[in-house]
Nanobody
Framework: QVHLVESGGGLVQAGGSLRLSCAASGSIFSINTMGWYRQAPGKQRELVADITSGGSTNYTDSVKGRFTIYRDNAKNTVTLQMNSLKPEDTAVYYC?????????????WGQGTQVTVSS
């Protein structure tokens, strides 16, 4: 089986920082793009940031300059460093990865981790 396990969510005051980590494990032959999505109550899930296997990054406009995504290909991990957090960043954050497993590429999701930013 393949798992994406997230950690690092929690409650923080506005202006604070949190770091989310995600580790992929299982029978993984290769990993393509890894990323973080978030879903706030009553809203659709949206891309926050992603990073290709070559290290190219992409951020949604609202987090540019505040969030940084990076990955460790040797450890199959992706991390989202979130600084200058705002109440509107409150959401459940999901790790996502394109994984080559048993000859097939598929999209996998973590279970989600809650981030709450108080004003």
């Amino acid at each position: 089986q393949v798992h994406l396990v997230e950690s690092g969510g929690g409650l923080v005051q506005a202006g604070g920082s949190l770091r989310l980590s995600c580790a992929a494990s299982g029978s993984i032959f290769s990993i393509n793009t890894m990323g973080w999505y978030r879903q706030a109550p009553g809203k659709q899930r949206e891309l926050v940031a992603d990073i290709t296997s070559g290290g190219s990054t992409n951020y949604t406009d609202s987090v540019k300059g505040r969030f940084t995504i990076y990955r460790d290909n040797a450890k199959n991990t992706v991390t989202l460093q979130m600084n200058s957090l705002k109440p509107e960043d409150t959401a459940v954050y999901y790790c996502n990865a394109g994984l080559l497993v048993r000859g097939n590429w598929n999209n996998y999701w973590g279970q989600g981790t809650q981030v709450t930013v108080s004003s």
